[in-house]
T-cell receptor, first 115, second 114 residues
Framework: EAGVAQSPRYKIIEKRQSVAFWCNPISGHATLYWYQQILGQGPKLLIQFQNNGVVDDSQLPKDRFSAERLKGVDSTLKIQPAKLEDSAVYLC?????????????FGPGTRLLVL | AQSVTQLGSHVSVSEGALVLLRCNYSSSVPPYLFWYVQYPNQGLQLLLKYTSAATLVKGINGFEAEFKKSETSFHLTKPSAHMSDAAEYFCAVSAPGSARQLTFGSGTQLTVLP
């Protein structure tokens, strides 16, 4: 079974530029999550999708971050414009359902450095 | 609201020694609890989870954890450390029936000394 795929793996941009990350979840997984992991901290949930609908985006900085999951499969997370404090690893995860006991399967992450 | 505290951001043990990584949680309802491991430049991998069945949970790679409600703890243990156990370990909590999913602790970096 293929795991969660993410690209790119690394990205370096200057502040005020825009950037986009892509995630392909495990086949058949209805629920998709985006997390931000700042160095030295645990992952923090940014947004959760159930199929192509948003379940929770309460911690997404909506003035600069946006995410979509067209057709309920792949997802894209965008930052525009980027700030220095956005430097982090962006992790995508998926689970078969949205239940709070469900195991989430994580991709390798995209490491973003904002200069 | 729920939260997780991992005591000790760095833990070092000798190869073959006991591994003990501490996790305390706060939750307004009986929680679900998870331990994830993260190797360098990789995503997180589930070690084990507690979902209100047996309080002693066995996971992969010889790890286990015990849910202690009276102590609000879910410490991770392994009887004998191996060099390959060196990684970062995250404890996480979720509340049954809640829309909010996992809340992670800040992680514990485990170093295994030869």
């Amino acid at each position: 079974e293929a795991g969660v795929a993410q690209s790119p793996r690394y990205k370096i941009i200057e502040k005020r530029q825009s950037v986009a990350f892509w995630c392909n979840p495990i086949s058949g997984h209805a629920t998709l999550y985006w997390y931000q992991q700042i160095l030295g901290q645990g992952p923090k949930l940014l947004i959760q999708f159930q199929n192509n609908g948003v379940v929770d985006d309460s911690q997404l900085p909506k003035d600069r971050f946006s995410a979509e999951r067209l057709k309920g499969v792949d997802s894209t997370l965008k930052i525009q414009p980027a700030k220095l404090e956005d430097s982090a690893v962006y992790l995508c995860a998926s689970s078969s359902t949205a239940g709070s006991q469900e195991t989430q399967y994580f991709g390798p992450g995209t490491r973003l450095l904002v200069l | 609201a729920q939260s997780v505290t991992q005591l000790g951001s760095h833990v070092s043990v000798s190869e073959g020694a006991l591994v003990l990584l501490r996790c305390n949680y706060s939750s307004s309802v009986p929680p679900y609890l998870f331990w994830y491991v993260q190797y360098p430049n990789q995503g997180l991998q589930l070690l084990l989870k507690y979902t209100s069945a047996a309080t002693l949970v066995k996971g992969i790679n010889g790890f286990e954890a015990e849910f202690k409600k009276s102590e609000t703890s879910f410490h991770l243990t392994k009887p004998s450390a191996h060099m390959s156990d060196a990684a970062e370990y995250f404890c996480a909590v979720s509340a049954p029936g809640s829309a909010r999913q996992l809340t992670f602790g800040s992680g514990t970096q485990l170093t295994v000394l030869p």
